[in-house]
């Protein structure tokens, strides 16, 4: 479809400027505040000397934002916007756009409007801009019966996984009709098919910390896996709890580089949260990574609430820079407090580039070269 370029306010969702957060306002040359900006699910991937954002925003409509630097969205394209009619024209959640073998996929959650026939779905871009067209490549199939393809089960927040030559889809999904999350992977024979049946992981509910509300009495929910591939390892960073409650925390399974992702067995599972609420951050949760633009330090975005009660519709989204422990394993440390200023990426004030101290937000742009 052919991009549309709508004002900053025509979207639900968009950054809050002026709507009280210290974050949001002009920045001393260096550094930032977190909260960001308000929304939920942040995913970031950084690509030629630019930071390409996905987002669900007004009409459930697909947008892909360019910016210069990391903690600014910069300037935003719908790239997609769902049929009227059909599997996926409405609760629109959780798009991540990936490069994946030289092209730009976008993975997104949706329904017909009912939760419970939420599935995973593909976009395709045309060309090798991620603001530029996509075409749309269907439903990805999740559940138990690829040969017939029958009984395709509830998905979200699905990413994709690229390990010894071999693709595979990692999502979070139902085992039937009951409301009961756990993580899946399934292999890929290219980005847009799935070409076994799914294996579940590993069990949701090993630990109180995994349960809604922290209640042993609740049920297990694991959804949001990131990847992280480092040390000879792949982490899977996945969120639990409920991601409305203030006890939504991030785990972490692992399993070794050479390792088998469709056996369970293959998989261990940390014994502690990995990344949790403090006294003033909370709800903190569905993460990704990326790195500074000089490729020296590794940064998390993560989404938290601004209140201590259940509820969706205060959640921010927040950046921070995490480190290794000589283990090997990531050391996110703490939800940085809110509006306590953070040092910038690594080399974010590259020649040839305007800086978030230089333009409004929504309108970073290439500038020559002095």
Same mark, same amino acid.
Not at 120 to 132: A, K, R, W
Not at 248 to 271: E, R, V
């Given at each position: ?104 996929? %976008? ?43 029958r009984r395709s089960r509830w998905a979200i927040d699905g990413t994709v ?32 098919? %799935?070409?076994?049946?799914r294996v579940r992981i590993c069990p949701n509910n090993c630990h109180p ?27 899977? %960073? ?61 940064? %998390? ?23 290794? /422990? ?14 306590? /200023? ?29």
């Amino acid at each position: 479809m052919a991009r549309l370029t709508l004002p900053a306010d025509a979207f639900h969702g968009a950054p809050a400027w002026g709507s009280g957060f210290r974050g949001l306002e002009a920045e001393p040359l260096g550094s930032f505040l977190n909260p960001l900006y308000r929304g939920a699910d942040p995913w970031v991937i950084r690509h030629d000397g630019w930071y390409y954002s996905c987002a669900a925003g007004w009409g459930n409509r697909l947008e892909v934002w360019k910016s210069s630097t990391l903690t600014r969205r910069g300037e935003r394209q719908v790239v997609w916007a769902p049929p009227r009619v059909g599997w996926n024209r409405a609760q629109v959640w959780a798009p991540e756009l990936h490069r994946v073998r030289g092209r730009w996929y %976008i993975y997104y959650a949706a329904s017909d409007g009912y939760n419970v026939n939420h599935r995973m779905g593909v976009l395709e871009s045309t060309t090798d801009d991620p603001q530029g067209s996509f075409v749309d490549r269907g439903m990805l199939y999740t559940g138990d019966h690829l040969r017939s393809g029958r009984r395709s089960r509830w998905a979200i927040d699905g990413t994709v996984l690229d390990l010894n030559d071999q693709l595979y889809f990692i999502w979070s999904g139902w085992e039937d009709h009951r409301d009961v999350q756990h993580l899946y992977v399934a292999r890929m024979s290219d980005p847009c098919t %799935i070409s076994s049946d799914r294996v579940r992981i590993c069990p949701n509910n090993c630990h109180p910390w995994e349960r809604v509300g922290d209640r042993e009495w609740e049920r297990g929910l694991h959804e949001a896996p990131q990847v992280l591939v480092r040390n000879g390892r792949v982490m899977l %960073i996945y969120s639990c709890s409920g991601s409305w409650q203030p006890t939504y925390k991030l785990g972490m399974l692992y399993m070794d580089q050479a390792g088998d992702p469709m056996a369970p067995h293959s998989w261990s599972k940390h014994a502690a949260p990995v990344f949790q609420s403090t006294g003033d951050v909370f709800g903190v949760g569905h993460c990704c990574f990326t790195q500074s633009p000089d490729g020296s330090e590794d940064w %998390i975005l993560y989404h938290s609430k601004t209140r201590p009660w259940d509820g969706w519709s205060d959640r921010v989204v927040r950046a921070q820079k995490f480190g290794w /422990r000589a283990d090997g394993f990531p050391d996110f440390g703490v939800p940085s407090p809110t509006n306590v /200023r953070l040092g910038m990426p690594a080399d974010y004030s590259r020649a040839g580039l305007l800086t978030c101290a230089d333009a409004a937000p929504d309108q970073l742009t290439p500038r020559p070269a002095a």
